[in-house]
């Protein structure tokens, strides 16, 4: 009777470890409990987590990115046959200057506008008489030479179809970002040299300075230029630059250069007197 009371009373080792932990487990809780009601608990820190994962995700980032730019990025389209009108042929076939056709004179554009579209283009392209190549403005495309002919011509009586706008201006659709890479010594490419002087005024400003017109010193007059002279170098290119009175800056020729303008400043002062 003994043995078995005994075996009954008495526990196993499995019995007694999980005991044990249960004990120590629900000893834990508590402490955590007491410990959170009365506001002492350690704040956890997340910071360091977070800024290894970012320093994860920074050393995993590809060295090199690709960007596609959107189709015809940076294309433009050619200036309407108006707008050519309007900052280049105006200056002479408003008021008509040097025999050019005045624009809605139809007794003036008749015989012209019957040569035909094409006959008219050509000599607009290639300049005739007094009138120069491209009126002057070489940065002109064929396409917006043909569209002003047709603005003009057709403001006068005719009925002509100026071709339709072309993209003047194309960059490649994919460009690539490529890893930092030594600086590699290339050779110096020498700047391609502007007109002269003499080149600028016979193409731009031979057309009012050759005659005179419009109030123009007329090339080689000593007694017109003196004055202007006077006025100094400096002062004759910024006008010449920019405009002034019935002068449209740059001679009409946005495509000029600064340098250029003051080269035909020089080229037609000194063959009137002056010294620059």
């Known amino acids: 009777m003994s043995n078995v009371n005994s075996d009954e009373k008495g526990y196993s080792f499995g019995q007694i470890v999980l005991a044990s932990f249960v004990g120590i487990v629900g000893f834990a809780l508590f402490v955590l409990l007491v410990a959170k009601f009365f506001g002492v608990t350690d704040t956890v820190e997340v910071a360091e987590p977070t800024a290894a994962i970012s320093q994860i995700e920074e050393n995993i ?135 002269s002087g003499e080149e600028v005024y016979k193409s731009v400003c031979a057309m009012c300075h050759a005659a005179g017109l419009m109030n123009a010193p007329k090339f080689g007059d000593k007694a017109q230029w003196e004055p202007r002279i006077k006025q100094g170098y400096d002062t004759l290119v910024t006008h010449a630059t920019h405009g002034i009175r019935m002068m449209p800056a740059k001679g009409g020729n946005p495509a000029l250069s600064d340098a250029e303008v003051a080269g035909a400043v020089k080229y037609m002062a000194n063959a009137a007197g002056a010294t620059f």
């Open 61 to 195: 980032k590809p060295v090199a990115t690709v960007e596609l730019a959107a189709a015809g990025a940076g294309a433009s389209a050619e200036k309407s046959g108006e707008e050519v009108v309007k900052a280049v042929c105006s200056m002479c076939h408003a008021a008509g200057l040097m025999n050019a056709p005045k624009i809605g004179d139809k007794a003036q554009w008749q015989p012209r506008i019957a040569q035909g579209y094409e006959t008219l283009v050509k000599h607009a392209l290639e300049g005739i008489r007094s009138m120069p190549a491209r009126g002057g403005n070489p940065s002109l495309t064929d396409g917006e030479i043909a569209s002003a002919v047709a603005h003009m011509a057709n403001a006068s009586g005719a009925n002509f179809k100026a071709p339709a706008p072309k993209a003047t201006e194309e960059k490649p659709a994919e460009q690539a970002a490529a890893p930092a890479a030594e600086p590699v010594a290339v050779a110096a490419v020498p700047a391609a040299a502007g007109k």
